[in-house]
């Protein structure tokens, strides 16, 4: 449970379901339990060599494992090699009532963005959909090489087209699902997308991009419940995590983000769309260089809520807006002009937040004039700044203060 500015006692779902890693069953050591062990089918035996195109090697051993009736198959990928893997779907449902994806060694996207481009432009590398009791684990590394994507993007090169690049690691509709200790690299675009799934449970992975990769979101999460993301490093261009519309139950433990753009609600309500989230905590997490730290941002025009969010024990250093909230958000060349409606945005908590600010205005509520933000609460918050005062800027927004925050918020309208 954690509370929220309404002072009601708002219960997430069992503690097991969001747990630590040592506490959590889901993720314990592969053979859960006595009885003949898991029957294994290694992409090598279906002809998959180093270097070479793995693709339906890959397939045929996930075809196979998915159909095998030995509870819990796995599809193992081999230490110590490196598999080059064109977009390819792993699909469900499974006769195998669990099924676990072993990566050991290297899995790697083309790096050439010419063969993502002669045919229809995928807009996933990766995909697991439609499949329960999965586990995708293994200590190995996925790579999207996605440097060519990078270079000839829009927002990098502004004489380029704009053409979205692939996610790497898709998971969609997948229920009772552990995605641990992996890393995820150089994604063409996003990095892991978890979209209407149930019973996540996201660990140890270590998702690294460049500073400077556009739209490289580390951990994007919609349309899902009940999902926890913990004990995670994640060095990106975009969002470090990213909750958008229809995701419920939400928690983000243990995070280390840094560089990227902090961990974001939303965007929310992009042309003039209905969005809600709701039931959201981050807590004991570590931003270090980010261009945002805690961020809640909605279009305006848009329609729905973004409510019952908790931010608490965060460490931020040297962070240029550590606090923000942008119920006016406009990722746009041309302005956007002021609408009548917008996504509410209510009982939002800040607890215990100390650190740095690289920015003048740590603490900025930017809402919206036709719906206000309401039930604002700031609890032990503490931000410095290098040798001069720190504001907070407050428009549109209902402001608790609660104890000794600095900066300090005005509680008016």
Request: glycine share 8%.
């Amino acid at each position: 449970m954690f509370p929220h500015a309404s002072s009601e006692l708002i219960a997430f779902p069992p503690e097991a379901a969001y747990g630590p890693a040592a506490e959590s069953p889901d993720i314990a050591p592969l053979v859960l339990s006595p009885g003949a062990p898991p029957r294994v089918f290694d992409v090598d035996g279906y002809g998959a060599s180093a270097g070479g195109d793995a693709t339906e090697a890959f397939l045929g051993a996930w075809k196979d494992a998915c159909n095998s009736s030995d509870d819990p198959s796995v599809l193992l990928v081999p230490a110590g090699k490196s598999y080059l893997l064109m977009p390819l779907s792993f699909t469900g449902p499974c006769r195998a009532t669990s099924i676990s994806v072993v990566i050991q060694g290297t899995v790697e996207a083309p790096s050439n963005r010419s063969a993502w481009l002669d045919g229809d432009l995928p807009d996933r590398w990766i995909t697991f959909e439609d499949i329960d009791n999965l586990r995708v684990t293994g200590g190995g590394t996925i790579n999207g090489n996605g440097q060519e994507w990078w270079i000839n993007s829009c927002k990098v090169n502004k004489s380029m087209r704009c053409v979205p690049g692939p996610t790497a690691l898709f998971f969609r509709s997948c229920n009772h699902l552990v995605v641990d200790d992996l890393e995820v690299r150089d994604s063409m675009q996003m990095h892991v997308v978890i979209a209407y799934c149930w019973k996540v449970l996201v660990s140890r992975l270590f998702v690294t991009a460049p500073g400077w990769s556009p739209n490289t979101d580390g951990i994007h999460v919609s349309n899902s419940r009940e999902v926890s993301i913990i004990d995670s490093t994640i060095t990106t261009g975009d969002d470090c995590i990213s909750i958008v519309s229809g995701s419920e139950f939400v928690r983000a433990t243990g995070i280390f983000c840094g560089p990227g753009h902090g961990i974001s609600i939303g965007s929310l309500g992009a042309n003039k769309s209905r969005a809600h989230v709701s039931d959201v905590l981050v807590e004991k997490a570590t931003l270090v260089g980010t261009t945002n730290g805690v961020r809640i941002k909605t279009w305006q025009g848009g329609e729905g809520y973004a409510e019952r969010i908790t931010f608490r024990d965060i460490r931020m250093f040297n962070v240029t807006n550590p606090i923000i909230i942008d119920q006016n958000y406009c990722d746009s060349k041309k302005p956007c002009s002021e609408q009548e409606s917008a996504v509410a945005i209510s009982n939002i908590r800040y607890s215990q937040i100390h650190g740095t600010s690289s920015s003048k205005i740590a603490v900025n509520f930017n809402c919206s004039s036709a719906v206000h933000c309401d039930g604002i609460v700031m609890q032990d918050v503490s931000l410095v700044g290098k040798g001069s005062y720190l504001a907070c800027s407050s428009l549109n927004a209902r402001v608790i203060e609660v104890g000794f925050n600095s900066p300090y918020c005005s509680a008016t309208m």
